[in-house]
């Protein structure tokens, strides 16, 4: 049973437009969501995160929406930059520092 | 300030035989995780410990992995005897803990092929 799932196996957007990328969890005690992102052959590197007493943290072009009643986080990445090319993770843990659930990942492409 | 260093960032082994990975934290991290990541998808932890001690290690299968991290910093992680299906790359981890998040900062990982 997937508690974290990324349903958008892979985005494509133009540069200078807005990504937006989901993320549905189903275990109501996840307090604590983070983004990861990941370049090929390297680690996954830590983007942003939200704790559940949020609904928006922002980060310069980044910005996390968490929908509780939902169960539903989003990332939105504006403008979007050829760099932005990468696999995005997003998890969630119960306590922060815990163990992190994982999503599939969505594979971000942003095309000049 | 140095990452979390991992070695080797590749290995290809044929089945049935042993298997060690190696990973450094970032200096003063005081928890360590093992993930492991299948192709296409997000990384599973197999264990956690603080400083020395395994906190959560129930996704370890424990009749063919181990793992020590026996003076609380760099730890090991052991296949014994390696399958097919243990193909996959092989992720650490480390956190300081002093903050409300918590943020896991992950090594290059280690790419295993078993043939």
């Known amino acids: 049973d997937q508690q974290v799932k990324q349903n958008s196996p892979s985005l494509s957007v133009q540069e200078g437009r807005i990504s937006i990328l989901n993320c549905d969890y189903t275990n109501s005690m996840f307090d604590y969501f983070l983004w990861y992102k990941k370049y090929p052959a390297e680690g996954p590197t830590f983007l942003i995160s939200i704790s559940s007493i949020k609904d928006k943290n922002e980060d310069g072009r980044f910005t996390v929406f968490l929908n509780k009643s939902a169960k539903h986080l989003s990332l939105h990445i504006v403008p979007s930059q050829p760099g932005d090319s990468a696999v995005y993770f997003c998890a969630a843990s119960v306590v922060a520092g815990n163990m992190l659930t994982f999503g599939g990942g969505t594979r971000l492409m942003v095309k000049p | ?115």
Do not use: M
């Open chain 2, 1 to 115: 300030e140095a990452g979390v260093v991992q070695s080797p960032r590749y290995k290809i082994i044929e089945k049935k035989q042993p298997v060690a990975f190696w990973c450094n934290p970032i200096s003063g991290h005081n928890t360590l995780y093992w993930y492991l990541q299948n192709l296409g998808q997000g990384p599973e932890l197999l264990i956690r410990y603080e400083n020395e001690e395994a906190v959560d290690d129930s996704q370890l299968p424990k009749d063919r992995f181990s793992a020590e991290r026996l003076k609380g910093v760099d730890s090991t992680l052991k296949i014994q005897p390696a399958e097919l299906g243990d193909s996959a790359v092989y992720l650490c981890a480390s956190s300081s803990g002093d903050n409300s998040y918590n943020e896991q900062f992950f090594g290059p990982g280690t790419r295993l092929t078993v043939l």
